[in-house]
Every structure is written in C-alpha cells, then in structure tokens.
C-alpha cells in the first residue's frame, strides 16, 4: 500500500522552461511534506518542504504546492537548470512522528 | 556546519555475515533516522532514534537494530547478512520539531554476495 505515490517515472524539459513534478498522498494524517533531490552515490539533498496548514511555499526557482482536498502536491522549478538534473522525491510525515514515508521519485532532465 | 557523516562509504560482505554502519549527525541535532534504498522499493524506514531510545520502528525483520550514543551518534547493525540486505543505506538527522527537515548522508552502499 503506497502511501505517497509519484506517478510521472520520468519528466523531461528544455533549460528555461518550467519543470512540474507532482506527487500524490493518500494519509489524511501527513501534516508535513518535503521535496529531495537525489544525484547516484549521493545521499537525499532537502529542497523545499511545507506544512499542512499552508498552501504554498516558495524559495527562490523552487515552489511548492499542496491541496489538501486533493491530496496532491507539486514542485515547480522556474526555470529549470541543466544542473536541475536528477531524481526528485516526495516525502511525507505524520504528526508527531519523524518517520518520512517517500514515493518513488520522478528522474527529472533538463535539456540544454 | 559539517553534514550528516556516514561509514564507510561502501562494504562488501558475504551471506551470514554481520555488519556495522556508523552514522554522526549534524552537531545539535538529536534525531537520527536509518533508511534503506533499493531499485526495487525506493526508500523505506527502518527506525529512528531520539535521546538514546528507539522511537520508531519500519517494517524490517529482527536482524536489522540499532543504537544511539549519548553524543548522538548512531550506530545500525544487520545479522546474518542475506543477498537482498544489497541496498544503500541512509542515515538522517533532523532538529526535531514539526517543521523541522531531516537531513541526509551519502549513505553506506551494502553488497552482499
């Protein structure tokens, strides 16, 4: 039972443009999400996140979104930067806890 | 501020064997969490230790355990190695609080043969 899914296995775009990746949750009980970047034999680099209680978080190229009646959030990277290129990961707390539960990723590359 | 700490870096063992990873987290922080990644199941939690007590535990078998040092440091044990303990594995420390990120090192790349 995957609580925190990321449908999109792979996202492609051109330098410039704007990249979107989305994630999916399906825990009423996460009150906390959080967006990695992952390059191979590196470990996760945190990028973002926001609380349940807001909608919407920025921090300079990088904003995130969350509908709460959705269940769904997004990144979007403006504008995107060859070195954007990596894999993407969703990750989700519950209330208390320090557990992260994470979707699969989503391999982003940024095309020059 | 020097990151989350992780070795060794890699380590090859062969099945039935035991292993020991050593995690140091960002200075302040007094939450560590371990975390196995694999092609096939992505990152999955192990447990998380706070104050030198377990707070919470994943959904692995008995052979995987850990520990937590007064000075934070963490320590994670596998026993009796299997094939498909291969995996990179994370360690995480956070500030701990409800807005607080966990931050990750470069991990501990397993094999097993």
């Known amino acids: 039972d995957q609580q925190v899914k990321q449908n999109s296995p792979s996202l492609s775009v051109q330098e410039g443009r704007i990249s979107i990746l989305n994630c999916d949750y399906t825990n009423s009980m996460f009150d906390y999400f959080l967006w990695y970047k992952k390059y191979p034999a590196e470990g996760p680099t945190f990028l973002i996140s926001?609380?349940?209680?807001?909608d919407k978080n920025e921090d300079g190229r990088f904003t995130v979104f969350l509908n709460k009646s959705a269940k769904h959030l997004s990144l979007h990277i403006v504008p995107s930067q060859p070195g954007d290129s990596a894999v993407y990961f969703c990750a989700a707390r519950e209330g208390g806890s320090e557990k992260l539960v994470f979707g699969k990723g989503t391999k982003l590359t940024v095309n020059p | 501020k020097a990151g989350v700490t992780q070795t060794p870096r890699y380590l090859i063992k062969t099945r039935g064997q035991q292993v020991t990873l050593s995690c140091s987290p960002i200075?302040?922080?007094?939450?560590v969490s371990w975390y196995q990644q694999t092609p096939g199941q992505g990152l999955q939690f192990l447990f998380e230790?706070?104050?030198?007590?377990?707070?919470n535990k994943g959904n692995f078998p008995g052979r995987f355990s850990g520990r937590q040092f007064s000075n934070s440091r963490s320590e994670m044990n596998v026993s009796t190695l299997e094939l498909g303990d291969s995996a990179l594995y994370l360690c995480?420390?956070?500030?701990?609080?409800?807005?607080?990120?966990?931050?990750f090192g470069n991990g501990t790349r397993l094999t097993v043969t």
């Open positions: 995480a420390s956070s500030f701990q609080g409800a807005s607080s990120p966990l931050h």
């Open positions: 200075s302040g922080h007094r939450s």
């Open positions: 230790y706070f104050s030198e007590t377990q707070r």
């Open positions: 926001i609380s349940s209680i807001k």
